[in-house]
Every structure is written in C-alpha cells, then in structure tokens.
C-alpha cells in the first residue's frame, strides 16, 4: 500500500512539461485546490481536471483555476480542453459555462457530460 502512495504521489508532482500542467491554490499553507490538464502525444486536445477542498466550494477558487489553466494551455499550444463533470455537480457546470465551454452528452455514460473549449492561440 505504502508503495501504491508513493507511487500516485511521484506520478501527480512529477509532471511532463512538454504536455502536462497542474496548479495549485494555496492560502496560509493550506491547499485549497488544484486544476491540471494531460494533453494528448499531438498537443491539440488536453483532458483536464479541477478540485476543490468542500470547504472553500463557492469561493471561485475553481473558477481562478480554471482561468488560469486556460492561459497556460493556449500560451502551450493546446487546441481544446475536455473535460467530464457529472451530470449533478451543477457548480462545475455553471463554472464552465461562465467560461465559455459547451456541454454535451457523454454518449457512454448517462452520469456525465462531456464539457468542451476551444482555445484560440495567443
């Protein structure tokens, strides 16, 4: 087991630049969040990820996250950032439309949407 953390440990702070990003928000050492992408081996389309400490939900640490992930993915080169949210994390969901991605069916799976933005290069 304790090599099993080591291991997640070493895989989410060891990242691949050329393709990789995280984030993270902290306040008084506490971290309050982190959002990252992995884009695919062609850097047009990255999957990303936002989390939230429950008690900082409502904040708009996601939101500064997110905004920020997005700069960092088009200075990149990335194409778009997709992402799913379940289909009742309705914050998430408002978050991402405030941002500017569409949301659509996830075709194999009735519990999520695929959320999806189109990043102009800067």
Known sequence: ???LKHALAARLSHLDYS????L???HDGLTLG???YSADPDRRSAEFAVAVRSDWHGRGVGQLLMARLIEVAQ???ISELVGLVLHENKPMLKMC???GFSIA???NDATVLRVRKSLAPV
Not at 19 to 22: H, K, N, S
């Open 19 to 22: 393709r990789e990003m995280a």
């Open 75 to 77: 200075q990149s080169g």
């Open 105 to 107: 069916p996830e075709p």
């Open 24 to 26: 993270v928000a902290q």
């Open 34 to 36: 982190v959002a990252r």
């Open 1 to 3: 087991m304790r090599e």
């Open 97 to 99: 439309r405030k941002l």
